[in-house]
């Protein structure tokens, strides 16, 4: 299994031949969907999701039913490619995958609430757990965590304890454009201070490198 992290909270998993590449979003490469043989989105933001690079490839895009809602309007030529799914719903995407939840974290209390869906995704032995733009756990065991470490809609000691509730052995930084470097290597700190004492490892990849 290959884990690679391009840009903000794209990862890109790769295993016995497919390719999935979860949320390809506007601070993310295009090329990050070259050869991908499958697209999951977790929800509607422009970080998340831009139309261009799901044209880029003719990949299957998986996606909850807001994300598919803004395709039909934004990109309709999409739409052949596009599947609806559902929290909890177990799906083949060429690799297995499990849909975790169906909110995203509040940003503010005033703001209307979206939409969002992880995934936890198996590969081989190994599971992938991406949750998006929310702090769900995902109600099982995985080996991986793909954690956001920066947004307006959390503080770093919410990742601690997000990483702490969900006890992946290897957590992997994501949604991480929105501090500058000073700013990560603040939250980074703070996550090197408690999670390795719980046997938990953390790294934030630099993009295009792999786990």
């Known amino acids: 299994m290959r884990l ?3 840009g903000h909270a794209c990862v890109r998993i790769e295993h016995d031949g497919a390719v999935v590449v979860l949320d390809p979003g506007v601070f993310t490469e295009p090329d990050a969907v070259d050869g991908a043989t499958a697209v999951l989105i977790t929800h509607e933001h422009p970080d998340h999701y831009l139309p261009d690079h799901l044209r880029r490839t003719d990949a299957p895009i ?3 039913a807001d994300v598919a809602a803004r395709i039909r309007e934004d990109a309709p ?3 052949d490619r596009v599947t609806v799914v559902s929290p909890d719903e177990q799906l083949d995407v060429g690799l297995p995958v499990r849909v975790v939840g169906e909110l995203h974290a509040v940003i503010h209390p005033e ?3 979206f939409r969002n869906s992880g995934y936890v995704v198996t590969a081989g032995d190994t599971t992938v757990y991406h949750p998006g733009d929310a702090l769900t756990e995902p109600g099982q065991h995985v080996d991986v965590l793909c954690l956001p470490v920066s947004a307006p809609w959390m503080r770093a000691s919410e990742a601690v304890e ?3 509730a969900v006890k992946a052995p290897r957590n992997v930084a994501i949604h991480d454009r929105v501090y500058s470097e000073a700013g990560l290597g603040i939250v980074d700190g703070h996550l090197n201070a408690f999670l390795p004492k719980e046997g938990l ?3 934030r990849l630099p993009d295009g490198s792999e786990l």
């Open 162 to 164: 997000f990483a702490r």
């Open 62 to 64: 998986w996606t909850i």
């Open 4 to 6: 690679i992290k391009l």
């Open 111 to 113: 703001f209307p609430r």
């Open 201 to 203: 490892d953390y790294r």
């Open 77 to 79: 030529d999409l739409m």
